[in-house]
């Protein structure tokens, strides 16, 4: 699927996923090797979507591949991204259940609007612009709001945080339990 290769996930809690991060300045084949990885680590967790920092990385691009709102896949990638949302009465809701690959396993109803538009630039520094509805929509407000250091659990009432963080924890333990009995076998 992509040439990359896949890195490591970071998880809530480590310090890159909870502050904004720098600007793409340089638009060069180490950028399109790091968009490569990125797409490599997304496919690799099963996600709809990757921002630089949920593999470490210090730069406000994100990548994506998930359907719209017509079920029709959406592919790209999208440096220093400005969100738009409507306002007013082109403002509508979707309360659908959200997750991250970075708060791995549990997901939480979060309303975001239904529509979303990103402007930024592509991995060759040329402008574009993605108009996003259904999941692409939830998508690029979801990997934006990484590039700004704030995940989708910060959205959530406190109690729900908690219950996630909860859920996440006891689905990692469960997890090193069953690695350890098959080690045991």
Excluded: W
Excluded at 118 to 147: I, K, M, S, W, Y
Excluded at 170 to 176: D, F, G, S, V
Aim: glycine share 8%; charged share 25%.
């Amino acid at each position: 699927m992509t040439s990359g290769q896949a890195r490591p996930i970071t998880v809530v809690g480590e310090p890159i996923l909870h502050r904004a991060l720098r600007p793409v300045e340089t638009y060069d084949a180490d950028l399109a090797a790091l968009v490569d990885d990125m797409f490599a680590s997304m496919y690799e967790a099963d996600g709809v979507g990757l921002a630089a920092n949920q593999i470490a990385v210090d730069l406000r691009v994100f990548v994506y591949d998930c359907p719209d709102g017509d079920e029709v896949n959406q592919k790209g990638v999208i440096c220093n991204p400005t969100l738009v949302l409507p306002e007013g009465p082109h403002r509508h809701l979707d309360d659908g259940d959200e997750g991250c690959l970075s708060v791995p396993g549990p997901h939480a109803p979060l309303a975001r609007p239904d529509r979303a538009t990103c402007h930024g630039f592509d991995v060759n520094g040329d402008p574009v612009t993605v108009e996003g509805t259904g999941l692409l929509a939830r998508c690029l407000q979801h990997e934006t709001d990484h590039l700004n250091g704030k995940l989708y659990i910060d959205r959530l009432s406190g109690r729900a945080r908690k219950k996630v963080l909860r859920e996440m924890e006891e689905m990692r333990a469960q997890a090193l339990a069953e690695a350890d009995t098959e080690q045991a076998l």
